[in-house]
């Protein structure tokens, strides 16, 4: 009876330790009163703050939306600067609960690093940039030349099999993180830099500024899909993020926006009530508040808004969308319904 007993204790401790590793992202950020975001703050590109101390960029506004979709309001966030080495330190050590940006996925970091991808944010093309050169018109007049470069990430994979694809040569030069990289390739010591679009447009301006003369040159080497990360454990968190995300995606899709949001009060559309809070059930199993998309919607507006003004054409970087528009106009960003 007694050897009984214990076993009963022993599955309820185990079951409610189990639980509790499940909930804990979803803890954490409740408990801290804000949620808070890793991102490259290295550079005025994925968030920075104005003189005035608001936060810019697609990091800071896809924050925004997290903050909206668990406070119901957009300014209980925080961004903290993680470099890519540094990712699963920072979430393991509970220094940040989402990662946004920058770092794509790969099959070996899934197997190997305790993270999970929750939702794709959008694509990004990794590019090569080029120290000012009139006489090269293609990629076969670097043959041999020098790049500066990160090893061991999906950067450098990518890249040594393009280098290899097009017989290049391309003499590689190893630094231990992007900055130092970055650094070494101003300074003349190689003669090519590697990078996503977005990154490397905003070092083109930078320099050409301070009158270095780089070049962004037209070769995309791949198209990579870009997460937000969490811890494994956290599925409650990872689940309530990629329905946070369709549903941005859901709003474009049924063309509601900044501007017409307040026309769809009283809709029949069982999906679209379910989405706008209407019918507050689904947002509340999630634990989210009900009223979370109109207020996104005002405020920073649905997928195709948010993009259009921290990367696309009412941007400083004008990337088209291409595979970031949703499958009805082409790209590969699917929806799913609020059911």
């Not at 393009?162 to 390739?185: H, I, P």
Request: hydrophobic share 40%; aromatic share 12%.
């Amino acid at each position: 009876m007694k050897l009984k007993f214990f076993f009963v204790c022993f599955l309820s401790c185990l079951w409610t330790t189990n639980s509790w590793a499940v909930d804990n992202g979803w803890r954490t950020i409740k408990s801290h009163g804000e949620v808070r975001c890793g991102t490259n703050l290295n550079a005025k590109t994925y968030a920075y703050k104005d003189e005035n101390g608001y936060w810019h960029g697609i990091d800071a506004d896809i924050c925004r939306v997290l903050s909206a979709a668990i406070f119901g309001r957009t300014d209980k966030f925080k961004l903290v600067d993680v470099k890519p080495y540094q990712i699963n330190d920072a979430l393991l050590q509970n220094k940040i609960d989402v990662m946004l940006g920058e770092t794509p996925g790969s099959a070996s970091s899934d197997i190997e690093n305790p993270i999970t991808q929750a939702a794709l944010l959008y694509y990004t093309r990794q590019m090569f940039l080029a120290h000012k050169n009139n006489n090269a018109t293609s990629m076969k007049d670097f043959k041999g030349k020098k790049i500066c470069i990160v090893p061991d990430n999906t950067d450098y994979f990518v890249f040594q099999s393009f280098n290899d694809k097009y017989g290049l040569d391309l003499k590689t030069l190893y630094f231990k993180d992007e900055a130092r990289a970055k650094e070494a390739f101003l300074l003349k010591r190689c003669d090519l830099y590697t990078g996503n679009e977005l990154y490397l447009k905003n070092m083109v301006k930078q320099m050409n500024n301070a009158n270095i003369q780089i070049e962004l040159l037209p070769e995309v080497i791949a198209e990579n899909p870009i997460y937000i990360q969490v811890l494994s454990s956290n599925i409650k968190l990872a689940k309530s993020i990629k329905w946070i995300v369709n549903a941005l995606r859901l709003a474009e899709e049924q063309d509601i926006t900044s501007q017409n949001v307040n026309i769809f009060i009283g809709i029949n559309d069982t999906s679209l009530k379910n989405l706008l809070g209407y019918t507050p059930d689904l947002w509340e199993k999630f634990e989210l508040n009900p009223s979370w998309v109109p207020l996104v919607l005002r405020e920073l507006g649905n997928y195709g808004e948010i993009y259009e003004k921290n990367l696309g054409n009412l941007s400083e970087f004008q990337i088209e969308r291409g595979k970031n528009n949703l499958i009805k106009n082409g790209g590969l960003l699917g929806t799913e319904n609020f059911y």
